[in-house]
């Protein structure tokens, strides 16, 4: 290897500081008194929502007959109020504006916040009271709220969210104006009443974006500073090297497989690019890799962090409420895409190091055989195997065992599993965190490695407990997780004293009273700006509620797509990209699933095709994250480029050519909801995993040129239909053969008495809506129909779908109860308008047809693809692997 070969360079380290902080942490870091009044706002921030997540408030209800509970309202308000006072104590306001200090502008915009956020607080009684009647001092509490929250977003998150926000404004008060175009025109709102739906109730900023923030993402925010402050980043990038770095391109698939565990305590991808990207992105240009596409391949990794479950990005939790789902769903539907996609970046790298011809780094100790290798391999998968069912059924049975006593004996098994684990890590030398400029000359041994930080896996798996098997809630899981650190932070340092015989037990107490002091600190500031994305994002949802806009935006964008339901998910998903050059992810989801998550799923019913909600709403979340990528804006390009030398415009459009496959996943899975394991059993599942994963690994293949040897055109076009037919085999049923039989409607008193227990009808309706009353719409949906009973009218008019048959018509009658928590036809036919004439018909009940198995058109597929090898295994003598 040449000199050249084995330079690191990289970026000055305070160029990375700057870039982190001035988008996460704020890089304002005054000295002095102030510095101590900052360092106070944020700890306290932290300990209230530690404190606020506990029973702690309901012990001292009950001990002392003190009231010092906080409703969610109480925690919304207090959360944002937090956040505009370090919006303005950490970013600085102007270029000129001092770094060392804080001007006293700044501290009269943050205690202005503050005061704002505090009336809703102190006076919320007298403010129940006169419900949408605000007085002056409302409006002008309110009014000085409002500003000094879009300076904080201009601070915080830059100059597009608040132009964003600020045309929804104008929507909101000159909606009838001449200059707003007549197709999405309103009657325009007072002033009164804009305010108060805006900030003195929970319409707007602190609606339910700030709700999830302050009750889920901040705590698994905390959660993750205190990993990383505690030693568990710097674990997770060793341990991926030390068992990948001397495979064939080896950093480079560790660096991916490092950053899908920091993904784990960072729900940032610039944060994430810059702390596994100083250590990865050097190693990857020694063997190898230009600068580019080592920038590439960790800011692809860094990205698909915000989608790895069981810790996704903010998005996710908002996911909760918006979709209608637990977070236990959110997971569920998430894990198979985010898994396939690290997969198939994995193999992507792989073919990079096929292309180059490159070597991994040298590993320590004798060669290994082939078959110790395999071993090697096998009992990794067995372990993790073992690890899962150990924690699945072995928790599970000792709740069972233990029942009203699983927290004190599932507490003592955590302690005694934490202390063996513990002493097998004194056994063996601390990690120190490398010098990412120093040379390296071999990668870290495993055993050593592994054994080193493996309690640090205690807290992930006390969350993964409490959320799947406990079924607590998202942020309560957090929190218990977040105590198992906050334990293992205080004891680690003092106990692997102990173990060693070592008598300075003292120093490390405070060693880990400092990493305790750091990630509170840390989960403080790394919270600004989501709090501060999901408040001025409820003035974006405030205004959709307050105007319907959702109901014009939607209509516009279906008008451009002609009705077509792919055109539309493109336009979306441009859409997305668009508004996320300027938006973080988090308000980039609101925005769009507000705007556009209903529409998708009307249109999608209309073409006949019944999206699942969480399916739309993942599908705009992936797109969302894509924007730290795509060129000229994606800041975890310019982060990578700044480590790697490299140039950040190519190195994000290489970024989002590995990305392609992270593109194509939502289109997928809007089309086969297997992928997002919806009404499939485990056999199944593991079925769609081994496909799906397969299907990936052909399409990045395709897109990358190269398989066993380089592709030619039409064995590129060859690969990515056979994934396509892997992915989506019914597509080519469907040409064949039509799913469904359409039974005229007449028919629908004997299906329904007909079908059995559980069964859902599939229902085309068509009538006039309320928004058009003068075109006819058509709707596929599911009728689920409950208990089998043979009185088939019987049977519907329980479900609330009433009709009346008039010869060869079949008129539906209005629905009794509507609204979100309705019936299922009060939901999906709410925008009907069953007065109207011509009436509200049942057109059709589809039935699914006898047809042959989709599958049997993986044989074609796979006759094709042998093809392909064979051919291109003539033109190589390159080994695969």
């Not at 009838?176 to 999405?184: C, R, T």
């Not at 806009?549 to 008008?559: D, K, L, N, P, S």
Request: contains cysteine; glycine residues 8%.
């Amino acid at each position: 290897m040449s000199e050249q070969s084995t330079d690191r360079t990289t970026a000055p380290a305070v160029d990375l500081e700057d870039l982190v902080a001035s988008t996460d942490t704020g890089n304002r870091q005054p000295t002095g008194f102030v510095a101590l009044l900052m360092t106070l706002t944020a700890l306290t921030w932290s300990l209230f929502q530690l404190y606020y997540a506990s029973n702690i408030p309901s012990v001292i209800h009950s001990v002392f007959g003190i009231n010092l509970i906080f409703n969610l309202d109480d925690a919304r308000v207090i959360h944002v109020a937090f956040a505009l006072m370090l919006a303005a104590m950490s970013y600085p306001l102007f270029k000129s504006s001092p770094r060392d200090s804080i001007p006293w502008y700044d501290w009269l915009l943050g205690l202005a916040g503050v005061a704002a956020c505090l009336y809703l607080f102190v006076f919320k009684d007298n403010i129940a009271v006169r419900a949408g009647l605000p007085t002056t001092g409302d409006l002008v509490m309110s009014s000085i709220g409002m500003v000094v929250l879009m300076i904080a977003a201009y601070r915080a998150l830059g100059l597009p969210l608040v132009i964003v926000s600020s045309v929804f404004l104008v929507y909101v008060f000159f909606g009838d104006k001449s200059f707003i175009p007549d197709v999405i025109q309103w009657k325009g709102a007072s002033y009164g009443k804009a305010m108060w739906h805006f900030w003195m109730q929970t319409e707007g900023v602190f609606g339910i974006a700030a709700g999830v923030s302050a009750s889920m993402i901040f705590l698994f925010v905390l959660f993750g500073s205190l990993l990383d402050k505690g030693g568990a980043g710097n674990y997770l990038i060793k341990v991926a090297f030390a068992l990948l770095g001397h495979l064939r391109g080896g950093p480079a698939k560790a660096a991916v497989v490092s950053s899908a565990m920091t993904g784990l305590i960072s729900g940032s991808s610039i944060a994430n690019t810059v702390t596994t990207g100083t250590f990865t992105i050097p190693l990857m240009k020694r063997v190898g890799f230009t600068a580019e596409k080592a920038g590439a391949t960790e800011v692809a990794s860094s990205v698909n962090g915000q989608i790895m479950p069981p810790v996704m990005g903010a998005a996710a939790f908002l996911m909760i409420e918006y979709a209608g789902v637990s977070y236990l769903e959110v997971v569920r539907h998430a894990v198979l895409p985010a898994s396939i996609s690290y997969i198939a970046l994995l193999y992507i790298v792989h073919l990079e190091a096929l292309k180059a011809d490159m070597k991994g780094l040298p590993r320590p100790g004798p060669a290994r055989t082939v078959l110790q290798k395999l071993t090697g391999m096998l009992g990794g998968f067995v372990g993790i195997g073992v690890l899962a069912a150990a924690v699945y059924y072995g928790l599970g049975w000792i709740k069972v065992a233990a029942g009203d006593s699983t927290f004190y004996v599932v507490s003592l098994l955590f302690v005694a599993v934490y202390v063996a684990l513990l002493f097998l890590s004194s056994r063996v030398p601390d990690l120190e965190i490398d010098d990412p400029n120093s040379p390296v000359v071999e990668l870290p041994e495993v055993r050593p490695t592994v054994l080193s930080g493996l309690y640090y896996l205690l807290p992930i798996v006390t969350l993964v407990w409490c959320l799947m098997l406990e079924r607590l809630s998202p942020g309560l899981s957090a929190y218990w997780a977040t105590i198992a650190m906050i334990f293992i932070l205080l004891t680690q340092h003092p106990l692997k004293a102990l173990f060693r015989g070592q008598l300075n037990f003292l120093a490390g107490f405070k060693q880990g009273v400092l990493e305790l002091y750091e990630g509170l600190l840390a989960g403080a500031r790394n919270m600004i700006g989501i709090a501060v994305a999901t408040a001025i994002a409820g003035i974006i949802v405030g205004t959709i509620s307050l105007t319907g806009a959702h109901q014009v935006v939607g209509t516009f964008i279906e008008f451009l797509s002609g009705g077509s339901l792919m055109v539309m998910l493109a336009l979306v998903a441009v859409f997305s990209l668009i508004l996320g050059m300027g938006l973080p992810t988090t308000a980039n989801y609101i925005v769009v699933s507000s705007l556009m998550a209903g529409v998708v799923v009307e249109v999608g019913a209309q073409n006949g095709l019944i999206v699942p909600l969480i399916a739309v709403h993942l599908f705009v979340f992936y797109f969302g994250i894509m924007a730290d990528v795509t060129p000229p804006v994606g800041l975890a390009s310019f982060a990578a480029a700044a480590i790697s030398g490299g140039d950040p415009i190519k190195t994000g459009v290489t970024a989002f050519y590995y990305s392609l496959r992270t593109v194509a996943l939502p289109f997928l899975f809007i089309f086969n909801t297997d992928l997002l394991l919806i009404d499939v059993t485990v056999i199944e599942a593991i079925a769609v995993f081994i496909v799906a994963t397969f299907a990936m690994l052909l399409f990045a293949a395709g897109t990358q040129g190269y398989f066993f040897a380089r592709n030619k055109v039409w064995e590129a076009v060859a690969l990515l239909v056979i994934a396509f037919t892997l992915f989506r085999p019914g597509f080519w049923l469907d040409l064949l053969e039509p799913p469904y039989e359409q039974r005229p409607p007449t028919e629908i008193a004997e299906i329904a008495g007909a079908v059995e227990a559980g069964a859902e009808l599939r229902l085309v309706i068509e009538g006039p809506t309320i928004r058009n009353p003068d075109k006819v719409q058509s709707l596929h949906f599911l009728l689920p129909m409950g208990d089998a009973e043979p009185d088939g009218e019987a049977r519907l008019a329980r479900e609330d779908f009433v009709v009346m048959i008039d010869g060869d018509d079949v008129v539906l009658e209005e629905p009794f109860r509507f609204g979100p928590s309705g019936s299922v036809p009060g939901q999906k036919l709410a925008d009907f308008d069953f007065y109207g004439d011509p009436p509200v018909k049942l057109v059709a009940i589809e039935l699914e047809r006898d047809r042959l198995p989709k599958e049997i058109f993986y044989i074609p597929a796979l006759l094709l693809l042998a093809l392909v090898i064979m051919l291109q295994r003539r033109r190589t003598d390159v080994p695969a692997f």
